[in-house]
């Protein structure tokens, strides 16, 4: 399995842009890049995912290295509620079904302060 | 849309009693998840079911831990007899079939053997 590496915290201003680095040098070409986020108590929250190109959706922007070996997950303007653990997890596809094993490494803590 | 459901939210046993837990997924969705995650960590994949049958149990401690989706719905994971250690939350998630797409969580049952 691909593995990720992350910074254990990070902390953000209210309002300014969190940028969440990832490292995934080991990623093969057909393997994604998710992030999720688990809020304190709460069960974990897909946030975006990509194979290759950049992509935005309403609650981030993730940019991919062309090589793919790192990307990073940005969110633009970070609230108090954007606190949490979030996880960088490149999917393993099985070679057998179509099922995917979905493996959480130990994430960053983001803490956006006011 | 109806979110993944769980119950129950919180229990509290005796070490080596029995436990089980309930996890009702999102409505069509093929692929269902049972994760533990221990304080301060990342959650940790004990099965997967693609309808109702297995594609991954490799970390699922099999002399203790059981868990079946009937009619590949509904799913159980039983534990017996606890430990100690397996004091942890319970995640379970549903997905719909296929490699690119998101996981939604339950909130989770935590366990507290004691």
């Known amino acids: 399995d691909a593995k990720t590496t992350q910074p254990p915290s990070m902390d953000c201003a209210e309002g300014r842009a969190a940028n969440l680095p990832c490292n995934h040098s080991t990623i093969s070409g057909n393997e994604y890049v998710y992030w999720y986020r688990q809020i304190h108590s709460q069960g974990p929250q897909y946030i975006i995912h990509g194979l290759k190109n950049n992509e935005t959706n309403e609650m981030a922007s993730l940019i991919i290295t062309e090589d793919r070996k790192s990307s990073t997950l940005i969110l633009p303007h970070a609230t108090l509620r954007d606190t949490a653990v979030y996880y960088c997890?490149?999917?393993?596809?099985?070679?057998?079904?179509?099922?995917?094993?979905?493996?959480f490494g130990e994430g960053t803590q983001l803490t956006v302060n006011p | 849309e109806a979110g993944v459901a769980q119950s129950p939210r919180y229990k509290i046993i005796e070490k080596r009693q029995s436990v089980a837990f309930w996890c009702n997924p999102i409505s069509g969705h093929a692929t269902l998840y049972w994760y533990q995650q221990i304080l301060g960590q990342g959650p940790k994949l004990l099965i997967q079911f693609q309808n109702n049958g297995v594609v991954d149990d490799s970390q699922l401690p099999k002399d203790r831990f059981s868990a079946e989706r009937l009619k590949g719905v509904d799913s159980t994971l039983k534990i017996q007899p606890a430990k100690l250690e397996d004091s942890a939350v319970y995640l379970c998630a549903s997905s719909p079939r296929g490699t690119s797409t998101e996981a939604f969580f339950g909130q989770g049952t935590r366990l507290t053997v004691v």
């Open positions: 997890i490149v999917r393993v596809p099985y070679e057998q079904t179509s099922g995917s094993r979905l493996t």
